[in-house]
């Protein structure tokens, strides 16, 4: 990533140079991209640093998140680039300006090999399958990549043709392949922070595969979220019955849950089975009795440790 941020910087420079000469609005607009790629790697790269550094008492988990915050702040980048990319475009169609087209071709063939060579950076040890973090920087450098191709294809047109709204038309249509990635990028990263199911997980198949096992009657309150990228927990309320002892269970579970399912941070607590749960396992999300323990009488959350009253 720090290879695409060296790579990334030093062609920005040579495209905005390369885009006010010519006026090319598609060379720009890739420019723009670019200023957004290296901040996005930047971003990126911190979010790995502050990632890997250990939990504390305040932040149980770490800074785990840190990462997807950057893939989200990453999409959201990207969708103001497209509507910036459309905007621009629109504003040209009217009367599209000359554009020199010979210069702009050679910057923006130079562009697409320097994009081409961060994607491959990005996408040697395979981090962008797992990671979104890495993900979202990878897809401002393919964005890059697709301007440039843009760029090409405009460039050919007007030296051929002398057409010069093929500037605008092919920026426009390079934004939409833009939002349409980092909007999914973007999706994936709230579903992270709204601790959604995990993609590929359906909960009523883990919660079967609990059932089945020996020893446990039931689960109720089943949730399974993603910490960040790889990184998933899970914790429920299991029905035992006295057939075997908890300790025994547990193992069980632990091992189905993180060898079939890939969750790797499991918390689980043992009830009785046939409990009524309203009446006797307090908050629960499973009923809206359940439910109205948990938010008490004036729909807040309770539980909450109040902070202490100083008299002064």
């Not at 495209?15 to 000469?21: A, D, M, Q, T």
């Not at 957004?36 to 785990?64: Q, V």
């Not at 697409?112 to 920087?137: D, F, M, P």
């Not at 309150?221 to 299991?238: C, K, N, P, Y």
Request: net charge negative; proline share 4%; charged share 15%.
């Amino acid at each position: 990533m720090a290879i695409a941020l060296v790579i990334t910087t030093t062609f920005l420079v040579i495209e905005v140079i390369g885009g006010l000469l010519t006026n090319s609005l598609a060379l720009l607009a890739d420019a723009g991209h670019m200023a957004t790629d290296a901040a996005a790697l930047g971003l990126s790269l911190f979010a790995i640093w502050l990632a890997g550094k250990p939990a504390t008492p305040k932040r149980s988990f770490g800074f785990y998140r840190a990462e997807i915050l950057a893939a989200l702040i990453n999409a959201a980048a990207l969708v103001a680039i497209s509507i910036y990319i459309f905007w621009e475009a629109f504003q040209r169609l009217g009367s599209p300006p000359d554009v020199d087209s010979g210069p702009m071709l050679v910057v923006a063939v130079a562009g697409l090999a320097a994009n081409a060579a961060s994607a491959w950076v990005l996408t040697r040890g395979g981090g962008h399958e797992q990671s979104l973090n890495v993900r979202g920087a990878l897809l401002h450098v393919i964005g890059d990549m697709l301007g440039s191709v843009g760029a090409i294809v405009a460039a050919v047109v007007m030296l051929l043709t002398g057409w010069y709204l093929a500037d605008p038309l092919l920026s426009a249509g390079i934004g939409v392949l833009i939002l349409w990635n980092s909007w999914r990028l973007l999706r994936e990263a709230v579903d992270v922070l709204l601790e959604a199911t995990p993609a590929g997980i359906d909960a009523r198949d883990v919660s079967a595969a609990v059932t089945d096992v020996a020893g446990v009657s039931g689960i109720h309150d089943l949730h399974i979220w993603t910490v960040t990228s790889g990184f998933l927990a899970m914790s429920g309320h299991v029905e035992v019955t006295d057939e075997r002892g908890w300790t025994e269970i547990l193992t069980e579970l632990t091992r189905l849950l993180r060898e079939r399912f890939g969750i790797a941070h499991v918390t689980l607590q043992p009830e009785p089975a046939r409990a009524k749960r309203a009446e006797s396992l307090g908050c629960s999300f499973d009923s809206p009795e359940g439910q109205a323990i948990c938010l008490g009488a004036n729909g807040h959350p309770v539980g909450r440790v109040s902070q202490p009253h100083h008299d002064h």
